[in-house]
């Protein structure tokens, strides 16, 4: 059973910076395509960033970069110029797949998830 765990959220004011980490284990990180969602209170669960298992095939805002370190089991989101906006709880979630550069969009798509990481941006 994968296992995810999310790391690198804090408070930070609005213009700066965060990296978000999602380690795996109990399988590897490899084999998996990993995305990233957030929810923040009263709203629903949003896409964020999405990587494919190979790292080819990504999906990100402007603002944010997404990498992976196979070798190590996890999947960075480094978020720049933040807005209070981005205020959420950030989830990575991830999934088996044969293919090596697909990525997923929803949630539904995704079958093991973490628990989360509390971001919050002042103005």
């Known amino acids: 059973q994968v296992q995810l765990v999310e790391s690198g959220g804090g408070l930070v004011q609005a213009g700066g910076s965060l990296s978000l980490t999602c380690e795996a284990s109990?399988?590897?990180?490899?084999?998996?395509?990993v995305g990233w969602f957030r929810q923040s209170p009263g709203k629903e669960r949003e896409f964020v960033a999405a990587?494919?298992?190979?790292g080819r095939g990504t999906y990100t805002p402007a603002r944010f970069t997404i990498s992976r370190d196979n070798a190590n089991d996890r999947v960075s989101l480094r978020m720049n110029r933040l807005q209070p906006e981005d205020t959420a709880i950030y989830s990575c979630?991830?999934?088996?797949?044969?293919?090596?550069?697909?990525?997923?969009?929803?949630?539904?798509?995704?079958?093991?998830w973490g628990q989360g990481t509390q971001v919050t941006v002042s103005a």
């Open positions: 990587i494919s298992r190979s």
């Open positions: 979630a991830a999934r088996e797949t044969t293919s090596s550069a697909q990525i997923f969009y929803t949630a539904a798509e995704y079958t093991y």
């Open positions: 109990g399988g590897a990180i490899g084999l998996l395509s």
